[in-house]
Structures are given as structure tokens and as C-alpha cells.
């Protein structure tokens, strides 16, 4: 068997996607979810287990296990398929492996970084580190779920270490872990630092920030550069061991220090993750809705912190997210690290209480001013109108238009003008993801659909229809794909389903989609098989083989009057009575 079946053999459609989407039960083994690659708010996303597929009505997105990861992910093929591999434990020949390899090594380089880093942390030279991570009450258990360890106050100690693995200075220095000297060597670029390993959201090392444990070096904090493996504008930090608890909350807190998610877990609160070195970006944001799409975001309560996170918050909500803010309150702390030090308990009863981001706004921006002071009304109220204007809710824009009327005691009418004309303004500033239409659903995808599923229905449609009367690419394609294997000796009953699968896949990521739109079409309609279901496929064929002779039609009474113009008597004659004999 080909290792692309034996992983298909692995690895269950719904499992995966279940993984990634929030599944709520739609009938007979199927599922579905709010579509991850377009904007919606009611589930058009549907993924089916004893069919093995899943397809988005609303994007018409579809296909199986390697299609979905694909467009998850953003790989291509071969990467997708070394992805599900390893997820599956099936071995894959070399030369599929070959695109991969440089990514694989990188990161196996910074894998054996971090063990050597977690082993000097268990030395004596380690014992500074140690005694930093006892203060701060991070406890071994969790140093080792978040891999911590101690980078040597030695100037190649790593290096070294790398050269006896056999990792060549310039492969190391790739992987980002090493830095030209001024004597044109190469030195170790973390030197006495507490290691903290940035892992993807699969939990691969592909980076570290290392913390200073001398009060005078600078910066506090540095990362690894850009590498091939890692780019801080995608990573999340913690995600790898968020996610669990990041669906299971439905909701998932931002903070800002990679310290801060390993505080908040001795509070039990494990939903957390920080973007650090950077501010969030898109990139960020699509990672991380693949789990959730409420958004906690937490930060100082002072001006930089709140300037900050307005920034992210804006560009959260643009792209649809459910916004909801954790202020933290002067004197509880500077950072979740410092409130979990103080109380566990309030941290945990803080993150309860978020507050979603209007409320926050208007309570932080509005609700303080002086009536009287002009200039600090005008610039509060441009401040929230801005962001009012990025919602769709029209319930929520009348709301806070309002409150914010009173507050700033200035006409509704004006506020409204300044706002926008409608609730759709958000949409035209663009930064609103666009909502796509349902595609319509053709007489030929329902024929399709009928005849796929089952091969009573496939014989009565290859008797009477041909490829040629179906006028759609895709369906002219898988109909004549699957016309070809029914015909084929060695398909069984039992295997065509299966069969006409895997040569859509063969054929095309665009085919295998239409396939997966077709399978599960019938799923929707929550209508079982009956004895209707017969009467209504008979009735498809019929409108079909109709479609097909009015076309027919058509063309006779076009070259008719083409004849009757030039003249032809003998032609006119013979096209009237083969018209006449259609009807
Ligand atoms: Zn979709």
C-alpha cells in the first residue's frame, strides 16, 4: 500500500479536524463547524467519518486529511504529507522526505540545544539559574514541561558540545544559536541566560529567549533571530500546551512575557499564551482562531500597556474575533508573573472577570472625562467611535451610541453621522473579513451526489446519462472518472466509493474537493435513503436528459433558421422533421 493510504488508514478526518475546529454533532457520523477559511457565523462547515471527507458550503473549500492540513497549515503537499506521516508513525522513502530535511535538521539542532541547555541548568555552573526559578517558585515539574535550562557563562561551551554531535558551526549558527566573532570565529550567542525554548504549536524547538541572570547585562530578554524554522511574527508562544485547555475554556488569554504563561499555569490557569518580541500580527491571530476565536487579552493598565494591546485588540476584532480584556489593576501586580507570586487565586478570579472590549473602552476612555473639557470629549469619543466602527452588530453599535450620547452629552443623531451611514461601514474600511456567499447548488452536483454515494443509483445514471450531458468542468470530470472505474472489472460494490476517492485525489486537489462536496451533499439535507430518494433521483436523471435534448433542440432551431436564410430547402426539411421528432 502506498504510504499515502496507510496514512489515510491512520488517521480519522473528524479526529483531526477535531483538533483544530470545535465539532458539534450534524447527523449520521457527520459534523460540522464554523469555517476556518471564511468569515461566518453559523456553521457551513461539515466533515464526515465513514466518508472520510469534509467540505465548507460556504467557501466550497473541501477534500480529506491532506487537503485540509494543506489549507490549515499553509503547506504544500509534501509537507502536509510528512506532517500527517509522523502523526500516523508511517515511514516515509527517502525522496519524499527530501523537502523537508533542512527544516527537520534545524530543528533537531535546536532539540539537542535544549537538552544540553536543561542539562547545564542541573549543574553546578547551573546553580545561579536554579536558584533564580526557586525564587520565582517555578517548580521542576514545571521547568521540565516548558523545557527550561541554562545557557553556560562560557563563550563556545555550546558550540563545543554541537562540534562532538557532529553539527557543523555553520549549520549551528543557521539554526540561529551561534554569532561571528570580531576575530572571525564563532561564539555561543546565549551566554549565562535562563533558556526558554520557543516551540511551535506541534511542539517543536525552534527557537529561545534567554532571560538575563545578571542585573547589568543587557537585553533583558533576547530571542533567536529570524531562522528558516522559526518567525516571531507566527509563533505563539505556549500554544503547544495551551491548546487543550484553550478549547475546552473556549477562549484563550494573550500576555505578554513567555515567564508570564509559565507563571499562570501554578495557577492552574493553562488556557494562556504570549506573542513576545513582537506585536500580534494577523499571522498570530490565524493561529491561534484555529482554537478559539474568543480573544482575553491581558496588560498593564498603564498607558504603554493599554496603547499596546489596543493595537492587537483592533486588529483582532477587524478580523471577527470576540474580543474580551483582562485590565490588570494598579497594585495587584506589574504582570501575571508578579500576581501569581502574590496570590494564585487572584490571578485566576482576574481572568475570570474579563470584560469584553467596549465595555472595557467606554469604561476606561469615556466614563472618566469632564463633560465640560472639550478637547478630552472629542478625543475619547473619536477613539471609541473608531473602534465601534469595527463592529457589524447593529444591536451593539445602537447600544453604545447611546450610552455614549449621554455620556458625552452630544446629540445621537451626530454620533451616528460620525460613525458611519450604516453597519456595514466596518466592511467598506476593509478590515472586516468578507463573507461568502453559499454557492448554489447545481442539478448536476445533486446528480452527482446521488449517483456517488451509491452504486444502485451510478448504474441507472450510467445507462442513461453521458459524460457529455454534464456542461460543468468538475462534474463532467468526476463523472467520467467514476463512469471509467464502474466499468473497471476489479471495482466492486462495496469499493467504489472508495475507489472514486482516491483517483479524485490522484486527479487534482480541485476534484478531490468536488468529490468531498458531493459526498456529503445529501448529508445536509438531513434526509436517510427511502424509497423517495429513488423517485427523486429518477426525476433528476429525467430533468437532465431533458436539459440535454431542449439544448439539442436549441441547435436544430438555430441551423433551421440558418437553412431558411441562405435558402436550403433540401436542409430545412430534414432539420424540421428531426426537430419534430424530438418533441
Ligand atoms: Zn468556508
New binding site residues.
Given amino acids: 500500500m502506498e504510504p499515502k493510504e496507510q496514512i489515510r488508514n491512520a488517521i480519522d478526518v473528524v479526529d483531526l479536524v477535531g483538533e483544530y475546529l470545535q465539532l458539534k454533532k450534524a447527523g449520521q457520523g457527520s459534523f460540522k463547524a464554523l469555517?476556518?477559511?471564511?468569515g461566518?457565523k453559523t456553521p457551513?462547515?461539515y466533515v464526515h467519518r465513514s466518508k472520510q471527507i469534509w467540505h465548507?458550503?460556504?467557501?466550497?473549500?473541501g477534500g480529506d486529511i491532506f487537503t485540509f492540513i494543506m489549507d490549515m497549515e499553509g503547506v504544500e503537499f509534501p509537507e502536509a504529507l510528512r506532517m500527517l506521516a509522523k502523526k500516523a508513525g508511517v515511514e516515509l522513502p527517502q525522496y519524499e522526505r527530501r523537502d523537508a530535511s533542512r527544516t527537520d535538521h534545524l530543528k533537531a539542532i535546536n532539540a539537542f540545544a535544549q537538552k544540553v541547555y536543561e542539562r547545564y541548568l542541573q549543574t553546578a555552573q547551573g546553580k545561579g539559574a536554579r536558584a533564580y526559578l526557586e525564587g520565582r517558585g517555578i517548580t521542576e515539574e514545571l521547568q521540565m514541561r516548558f523545557g527550561l535550562g541554562y545557557a553556560p557563562d562560557a563563550w563556545t561551551a555550546l558550540i563545543d558540545a554541537a562540534r562532538q554531535k557532529g553539527i557543523s558551526e555553520a549549520d549551528w549558527q543557521a539554526a540561529g544559536l551561534a554569532l561571528p566573532s570580531k576575530r572571525g570565529n564563532r561564539i555561543d550567542r546565549f551566554r549565562h541566560r535562563l533558556m526558554i525554548p520557543l516551540r511551535d504549536h506541534h511542539g517543536d524547538t525552534v527557537g529561545f529567549t534567554g532571560r538575563v541572570l545578571r542585573k547589568d547585562d543587557t537585553p533583558k530578554y533576547m530571542n533567536s533571530p529570524q531562522t528558516d524554522i522559526y518567525d516571531k511574527s507566527a509563533l505563539v508562544y505556549g500554544l503547544d500546551i495551551a491548546k487543550a485547555a484553550i478549547k475546552s475554556a473556549g477562549e484563550v488569554i494573550l500576555v505578554e512575557g513567555n515567564l508570564d504563561v509559565i507563571a499562570s499555569h501554578k495557577a492552574d490557569v493553562k488556557n494562556v499564551v504570549a506573542i513576545s518580541g513582537t506585536a500580534l500580527t494577523e499571522r498570530h491571530i490565524q493561529m491561534l482562531k484555529r482554537y478559539t476565536t474568543r480573544f482575553v487579552f491581558c496588560f498593564d493598565a498603564d498607558d504603554a500597556g493599554f496603547n499596546a494591546a489596543m493595537r492587537g485588540m483592533h486588529l483582532s476584532r477587524g478580523l471577527g474575533m470576540d474580543v474580551r480584556v483582562v485590565a490588570i489593576p494598579s497594585g495587584a501586580g506589574k504582570d501575571p508573573d508578579e500576581i501569581v507570586q502574590k496570590d494564585p487565586q487572584a490571578w485566576r478570579a482576574l481572568v475570570e472577570a474579563h470584560a469584553d472590549q467596549m465595555t472595557y473602552l467606554f469604561n476606561r476612555l469615556v466614563a472618566p472625562i469632564d463633560r465640560k473639557d472639550v478637547t478630552t470629549k472629542k478625543r475619547a469619543g473619536a477613539v471609541f467611535l473608531e473602534e465601534l466602527a469595527a463592529s457589524k452588530d447593529t444591536i451593539e453599535r445602537e447600544h453604545w451610541l447611546k450610552r455614549l450620547s449621554e455620556a458625552l452629552d452630544v446629540p445621537l443623531q451626530e454620533l451616528r453621522k460620525s460613525l458611519g451611514s450604516g453597519p456595514d461601514n466596518g466592511q467598506r474600511k476593509g478590515n472586516a473579513i468578507q463573507q461568502?456567499p453559499q454557492k448554489h447548488q447545481s442539478l448536476e452536483d445533486i446528480f452527482l451526489a446521488h449517483s456517488i454515494n451509491d452504486t444502485n443509483a451510478f448504474a441507472l445514471a450510467a445507462s442513461r446519462i453521458a459524460p457529455s450531458n454534464l456542461s460543468e468542468p468538475l462534474a463532467h470530470a468526476l463523472y467520467t472518472l467514476a463512469l471509467s472505474l464502474y466499468h473497471d472489472a476489479n471495482t466492486s460494490n462495496e469499493s467504489f466509493f472508495e475507489a472514486v476517492r482516491q483517483e479524485a485525489s490522484k486527479h487534482s486537489q480541485e476534484l478531490s474537493g468536488y468529490f468531498a462536496r458531493c459526498a456529503i451533499l445529501l448529508d445536509l439535507e438531513n434526509s436517510p435513503p427511502n424509497a423517495n430518494d429513488d423517485t427523486r433521483f429518477s426525476q433528476i436523471l429525467t430533468r437532465l436528459e431533458d436539459r440535454v435534448r431542449n439544448s439539442k433542440r436549441q441547435d436544430i432551431l438555430f441551423a433551421l433558421r440558418e437553412a431558411e436564410r441562405v435558402g436550403d430547402m433540401a436542409q430545412v426539411e430534414a432539420l424540421t422533421r428531426q426537430y419534430q421528432s424530438m418533441l
Fill in positions: 469555517c476556518p477559511f471564511h461566518e457551513s462547515f465548507c458550503f460556504g467557501c466550497d473549500k461568502t
